[in-house]
């Protein structure tokens, strides 16, 4: 599930967005961390003529050209890895959507890389909100997410990028959103 929903005395409405801490980065930085290791200590075991692994032996490789091939996959495998361990770690994308009409506010807060922008912080009026919209694209790379129409702005992305919503679960949120904001729901 992409987001959990919280009502407090039906004046605000909270939505947690999961980022990188999803179970598919999880499972491909593991992959990679696995297949990096393996591949860099196999090259390194061609170049020390010493077996550093346990499921086969690569010391009968040569260096030139197998070897150094190995390596290099090793080094690539190994630094997708940490980069995809270190996404996970700063949870890039995390965040929530927060509408309080008791302060007459939107507030869309997301994790960023680390630097200077690593909070990313959207604030804007409730009375400023025109729709919440949908936008659904079928095919080979389909798109399925909730975006806010504010006076003044581009549309501010709800839900999080890189796996579409299933159309019910996209349909109930949006009509949901759009009842407890009294804005019309367009796009479906």
Known sequence: ???STTVQDSQVLTQTIIGARRPSNYFWAVIAMIGGV????????????????IVSDPTDLQFIPQGIALTFYGVA??????????VVLWDVGGGYNQFDKNTNQVKIFRWGYPGKNRRIELVNKLSDVEAV????KEGLNPTRALYLRVKG????????VGEPLPLSELENRGAELARFL????EGI
């Open 153 to 160: 702005r581009r549309n501010i992305p709800l839900t999080r």
């Open 1 to 3: 599930m992409s987001a």
């Open 182 to 185: 009294g804005v019309p729901l």
């Open 38 to 53: 393996g591949f860099l200590l196999a090259g390194l075991s061609s170049y020390f003529q010493v077996n550093l692994l």
């Open 133 to 136: 919209k949908a936008e659904i």
């Open 77 to 86: 495998g190994s630094l997708v890895s940490t980069y995809l361990w270190l």
